[in-house]
């Protein structure tokens, strides 16, 4: 009897409320949905629920299960963590986990609270879950932009993405403001600061619509897969897509920005798409590479994108385009073929796209190079049709005009002078029209030859054997030189192929470096030039016939599927495989350096030490060992104020011994984070006079001070206190003597700003972030000054106590340290704007 294998667990599916702004409620949507699946028989669990004493939110835990929180210590405070262990035990259908962004305190398994959602959902678990727009990691430079408000805490994009349902939770600005008001949010001493600050109108209006925004496009996304998987080809017109069809040539310029003023007019803001068709019957070779460089630059500053396609067939390539990006109008520009190559040729691109463009708009756009440009080859022939029309007539014209003009000068020329001139001639057609036209050109000089230049004169004559040689040469000469021709023009084929693989792979080489994820930049890139259903990376081959795979290193090959590839574009394919395999072994190695890094930041902190205590230590012992040794001295009698002077320079000595040991003893427990704190509210009025009175009086400088009436912070008061007597010593030893240091303090954004300000040098800003590093002293030219830990500990301790350190410039010359501290009432753990974003102790965070 064999025993079944345990089987793997389906995942689990995830449901996340997308909130537009804190306080829309999107706790309190999550819990209702609870709710309604627990009565409908459901087994459901809250594993976190953040209520921040919200009476309507609270009332929704009534009737569920809700699992007890993990304390977590971490530097001497005990911390709030949702359980995972409890509820992969408890394992229940459903469980309900607010705040995805949310950071763990470190000791925990995992870092981020979304990582724990990842495990929960490999366990077969269902999950709901919240997250606010601000905390999406895309928005995340662009929330900051609007409110101000740096947001240190984002989970990645694509984790969102992949949920199985995302709703939007949203409310007018003025309802949200409202809220607030009525205290249904903040308590009412809270609203003023905040109403003024991130919850301002605008922000909110803005916040809203970023939200939109990126529901509107998943919701494209989800779409897109739908039809993908239905084989939908037809447009849906559910929103303005413009693509714009660009050559290189110099109307690229005023298409694109038609095309933008096109999807600006959409009520929704459209999406602009420029493609490039790279071809290989000469399309490519003719296009300006520089000009596409810049045009793509130009697409991207008006928001679009841009695209690289290859296909020979350039209008059944643009629709193809077209329809696999949804698009509802595709912009060309108006031929620029004169009007008899268009008479020779046929029909151009724009009326070919036009016929084959069933459901999408096309915009045919006039510009000044319009009936102006040159002459595209046909994607059939070796030869454009003008010179297959123009090389039999003239196999049949031009050796009849050769005939009347050396008709004219008879007896004057030679046989073998006129052999050569109707040779000249056949060589002629042949170059013009190709081995047809040079055996028509043959034929018909032949027989004028033998009629009116070879006795008997005025008739044909085939029985002298030198007549039928002279036209078998002219056959051969021609048939040969019409190879060279034909042998050339498939060079020139390859040359041109070559060219727009070469540009394609330019475009490639362009999109990664302006991305910050190769690999899938890369995959995008390959399914989108080869016009596949999808492109993606897989361990093992799959037994699919239809599929297209391309090994790109020890155990991963490139899936392509779609359609058939054709040799040609096989070897391009090559090229991408080859930029794909490099990109994974680049991860691979920056995942071996991030490795390696923390050992290399570790040595370099060692050999720093050592260099510091060899000599910033050794002077202090030295000066108070020579007091000592002086005074012990029996050689020399010493007068009393000698004596106390002597006694100072020991005291000194150690004192300075003392704060070099405490500062190195301090920055190693917070690199071990075994830092103890004792955060409470704290008043910045008791603080700074302790501060500066711990300043030895050497390096006490003259200080003004010009503080508001501002709020507790939370802060640990000792800490504080270091900390702001090492920023006061080092505005100190830059600060000109006549200059006295400022202290300034204010409130902004529930958190406390306190600001350094001395009138020195100033600091570039290429070297703001060397100044918070340990054992260096930038721009000091005193090494008896310390061993260049004052700010980096003044940082790290900052930073321990849920606050920022950052420099910045004094107006005037000079440079300001901006400490930034929470409000003591506003510390809650998870949402609000303070926890977006705020470099501070994993688990706790500040509402705006």
Known sequence: MHATPPKTPRPGSLKVFLGAAPGVGKTYRMLDEGRRRAARGTDVVVGYAECHARAHTEAMLDGLEVLDRARCEYRGGTYPELDLDAVLRRHPEVVLIDELAHSNVPGCRNAKRWQDVEELLAAGIDVVATVNVQHLESLNDVVEKITRVPQHETVPDDFVRRAHQIELVDMPPEALRRRMAHGNIYPPEKNDAALANYFRAGNLTALRELALMWVADRVDEALQKYRSEHGIGRVWETRERVVVALTGGPEGDTLIRRAARIAARSARGGALLAVHVARSDGLAGGSSHSALARQRRLVESLGGSYHSVVGDDVSTALVEFARAENATQLVLGTSRRRRLERFLTGRGIGETTVALSAG???????????????????????????????????????????????????????????????????????????????????????????????????????????????LAVFAVVAGTVAGIVDRSLRLSRRAARATAEAETLSSLAGSIVRGDQAIPALLTRTQETFGMDSA???????????????????????????????????????????????????????????????????????????????????????????????????????????????????????????????????????????????????????VLPAALDSLPPEAAPPVVQDLEEIPPVLADPPLLERVIANLVTNAARYAPPDRPVLITASALAGQVELRVVDRGPGLPPTDRERIFEPFQRLGDTDNTTGIGLGLALARGLAEAMNGTLTPEDTPGGGLTMVLALPFADTVTITEGAGQAGDARAPGVHTEP
């Open 360 to 470: 999408i708009d096309v915009h045919m756009v006039t510009h000044e190079r319009a009936g102006q440009g040159r002459l595209l080859p046909s994607r059939r022939r070796t030869l454009p049709t003008s010179r297959l029309v123009a090389g039999p007539v003239a196999g049949l014209v031009l050796p009849v005009l050769l005939t009347l003009v050396l008709h004219q000068f008879r007896g004057s020329l030679n046989l073998t002078s006129e052999t050569l001139l109707y040779l000249m001639t056949v060589v002629g057609v042949a170059c013009i029209g190709g081995v047809v036209s040079a055996l028509i050109a043959a034929l018909t000089a032949s027989l004028l030859l033998n009629y009116w230049f070879i006795p008997p004169i005025g008739e044909f004559s085939f029985s002298d054997p030198d007549n039928m040689l002279a």
């Open 536 to 686: 993606e990376l897989v361990e093992q081959q799959v037994d699919d016939p239809a599929a297209t795979q391309v090994p790109v290193g020890p155990g991963l090959h490139l899936l392509l599927r779609g359609r058939a590839l054709p040799s040609s574009e096989r070897r391009v394919l090559a090229a991408f495989a080859a930029h794909v395999a490099a990109a994974v072994e680049r991860a691979r190695l920056a995942e071996a350096a991030a490795e390696v890094e923390p050992v290399r930041a570790a040595d370099r902190m060692r050999t720093a030490l050592l260099a510091a205590v060899s000599h910033d230590l050794r002077t202090p012992l030295a000066a108070g060992w020579a007091a000592v040794g002086s005074l012990r001295s029996p050689d020399v009698r010493f007068s009393e104020e000698e004596q106390d002077e002597l006694l100072a320079t020991a005291d000194e000595s150690m004192a300075r011994l003392s704060r070099l040991i405490d500062n190195l003893l301090d920055m190693s427990r917070l690199q071990a984070g075994a830092l103890s704190l004792d955060l409470r509210a704290t008043a910045l009025e008791e």
